[in-house]
């Protein structure tokens, strides 16, 4: 089936009073990107009809119409066949036409909405005599004119949307349904304009300023032809940046882009810094005939054509690597590496990738005819793709951090979000207990003096209880944001464990304990660590056992070495225990392990949190044990040995009462 008939004739003649005007193809190209992106950034589901005229432009847009599929189910997409393209009803509708139909020589964009309209109906002309002589490589594409309407009026968008839709129709009338659909959504809709905005005014600076753009370039085709591929080449890694961010992504188009574009025998893009000495090859262009290095190792230390590109930061080259000895700029004659032999490499150039002086990977290029010299305009080319992929590569890194970044910022936003249901209970409660008690010591002052003693005790320990909640937060916040400045020294850990038992009995006076027993042996190596904070986490581990174990359990501290540079300190009890599941999350911020917000055991979930950057900051690690529920559990906590103290004769363990060193307060816990 073929239709010679032209759409843009049709329109004019069902319109008389339009007029056309010419267009160049970049232009057509921005008022339909203009088109699209309005649909992408609506919320409206507006019919979409595009004529591409021939499938290799369409598989140019391909995937953004995908995207444009996902606002609306009135998609519809017509273009002339050439490999695969054909009628398919998928995200949206294909249409295939015959290449002998009129829409082969024309380019249509509809988009209709509710509250929108706009359309733009092409068609292309043929070269005039004075346009014949524009450089192929570049007015091939670039000087296309078409003629033909772009509109915003509503009349003309539903007169060139309902020709298309009859020209669809000849092709896929089991469309007929959907088609109909569309017509009683649409077409009835007497809304003109865009979203009560006239956009002729600026249409027309838009379609004068593009024009006159157009013509500049004409002018200029014959001076910037050399410029055409090294731009295009740039374009087509930007585009892989904009598509992912991934490295391995922009390596390689890069790889292939250039490999093409020089029609090297291979081309090769790594990663790598001035001291390593192995890459792995991912990324190559070759040749059909030229072997290829993907996954190989690539030697780098005994290479001197490598080693004289990373010293100097600038591009070197062996036009014959053949050759019994090399002669680089900068350095005696050395003999050539194995690849040479190995690989067949006739020539070789190195460029590398380079930001604010630093290293980040190698451009290769390898000829393997014989001797070869590369032209200057190649060697710019090479040079120009080097710096992109190095801009590239930072961007890269950049939107790593950025990821770290955000999740970062949503830890903190949960973090919020736990401190608002954390104050509303942790402060809110004590502060009312608080209140009832003073109100009713100021009210009553005849209140037996056993109940105000009952009234002051209950205030005073909901007051205590609101202060370690807010130290509580002070201390991970100091923590977590990196503002502590460690005073490392060596201690013993028998120091340590005498003062958190001291702190912890002050604290809990008054209260039934497990049985606390301590295996620390005296000739245990000294401990680098700052001995305040190493307290802190102590006190809090026993504090944890303590509260989850009954009177009549036991709690163990053992401390040993780790093998290596570490000493391990444990501390088990007989208590509660931890589900295996959860053995990992006990560390995060506001865990309880009855919830936050119903809890018998008091405190307030930043315990184990505070420990576990405590520990991370002295350079150690920290983890649980349990078998399980109501059997027991065990917290591991490494630290390290003092660097000049791992064979040290055993000395005496100091007293909590005779301290080695000056003994440091624990933190409030």
Known sequence: MSNSASVLEDLLHTLPDLRSQIYFKPSLTALSHAMEDQVLAGRDRPLVIANFQRERYYRQEANRYLRIAARTDQVYVLAAPETDFKHQSDHYETIAFEPTDGLAQEWHLVVLGTNYASCLICRERQPSATEADIPPTLGLDQGRRFEGIWTFDRQVVCTAAQLLLDRILQYRPELATKIATVQQTFFPQTTTGFQGVDPGPFAERLVTYLQAGQYKLLKAYRSISMQEQKERLVNSIMIAVRRSLNPDDILSVAVQE?????????CLIYRCKETDTQVPIQHEYRQSEVASLVGQTWNLGSNPLFQAV?????????????ASQWS???????????PVQEWGIGAWLMVPVVHQNRLLGMVEVHHCGGAYRWSEASLELIEAIATQIGVALIQAEAYANLEDFNQQLEALDRTRSNLIAITGHELRTPLSTIQVCLES???EPDMPLELQ????????????????????????SQLESGRVRWHLEPLPIQECVDLALSSLRARQKGTSLPEITTQVPAELPLVNVDGEWVVEVLAKLLDNACKFTDPEGKVLIEAHPNGGQMLEVTVADTGRGIEPNRLEIVFDRFYQEEGALRRSTGGTGLGLAICRQIVLGL????????????????????????????????????TPTQPRKKQRSAKGT
């Open 328 to 338: 680089l700029p900068g350095q005696p004659e050395v003999t050539p590496p194995a």
């Open 441 to 443: 010591l100021a009210s």
């Open 310 to 322: 990373a010293a100097h930061k600038e591009q070197r080259m062996v036009e014959d690597a053949s």
């Open 619 to 654: 350079g150690g690690q920290i983890w649980a044990e349990s078998a399980g529920k109501d059997r027991g559990s065990t917290f591991h906590l490494t630290l390290p040995i003092s660097p000049n103290d791992e064979e040290r004769t055993p000395t005496p363990t100091p």
């Open 258 to 266: 250039l490999g093409q574009a020089l029609q090297a025998s291979r």
């Open 453 to 476: 003693q009952v009234m002051l005790k209950s205030a005073l320990s909901d007051a205590d209880r609101m202060r370690k909640l807010i130290q509580d937060f002070l201390t991970l």
